[in-house]
């Protein structure tokens, strides 16, 4: 099954928009559990704190657990706060109305722009070098002959 249908499949289906943000929410979070992990982590190092394992041979630190804390309650906060969360609905209510192009118009797409600005680079190549020579050869050439 390509993309396409598996996209067309998912909106004839119908598929409930909080089903994708959760979706998104858990990647998201993942993310920002990472990446809050490693700012605890040079923040621990900044200020000479120390960054222990927490249990033994598991690689979990103390800057991981605050930076899935810190995450875990940022979702909490957006699940629960009324805007944040018609917001987030609304977006994916939009995502799944998309109609997504197929790989054959992307390709085309691209092909078009690629030769699009291999002819724009050839022009402003030919003009550049043809205002220069003017500028820097051949005009002081003649205006010396003067």
Known sequence: MSATEASEQANRAEM???RL??????V???????FLGRLAEMLFAQISVGNAELITGTGIKVADVLGFAITVGLAVYAWTNA?????????ATELMRVTWPSWEDVRVSTIAVVVASLIAAVLLFGMDTLSYNLMVKWLPAVWGKL
């Open 83 to 91: 805007r944040v969360k018609q917001l987030s609905l609304e977006v």
């Open 16 to 18: 409930d928009p909080r």
């Open 28 to 34: 998201f979070g993942l993310i920002l559990t990472l």
């Open 21 to 26: 943000v959760v979706v998104s929410y858990l």
